[in-house]
């Protein structure tokens, strides 16, 4: 099992950056797949992102990123990252971390989730 743990969100104005930041604790020798999701209030969580273990493999969802968000990991600190820029008023979201193990990239199914940290963007 492996325990997931978000941070770098906060308040931004419509234009600027962000960088997430998800370290992973427990069973971190498992090659896991990770993820960023997010959610507003009333809709369903939505699918960013995803990286593979080795970190040359990612997936995005172009009408979510636009090639804005770049996803990356550092497996020797057990953290992944979500580099964010451009960032508009519709990003505002709950932005969770996710992991799992053995599904393609383009999965939205996952195992393990983080708390999720708050992302605001000011307009």
């Known amino acids: 099992q492996v325990q997931l743990v978000e941070s770098g969100g906060g308040l931004v104005q419509a234009g600027g950056s962000l960088r997430l930041s998800c370290a992973a604790s427990?069973?971190?020798?498992?090659?896991?797949?990770m993820g960023w999701f997010r959610q507003t209030p009333g809709k369903e969580r939505e699918f960013v992102s995803s990286i593979s273990w080795s970190g040359t493999g990612t997936y995005y969802i172009d009408s979510v990123v636009k090639g804005r968000f770049t996803i990356s990991r550092d497996n020797a600190k057990n953290t992944v990252y979500l580099q964010m820029n451009s960032l508009k008023p519709e990003d505002t979201a709950v932005y969770y971390c996710?992991?799992?193990?053995?599904?393609?990239?383009?999965?939205?199914?996952?195992?393990?989730w983080g708390q999720g940290t708050q992302v605001t963007v000011s307009s």
């Open positions: 996710a992991a799992q193990i053995g599904r393609p990239l383009i999965s939205d199914v996952y195992d393990y």
């Open positions: 427990g069973r971190t020798s498992s090659r896991y797949v």
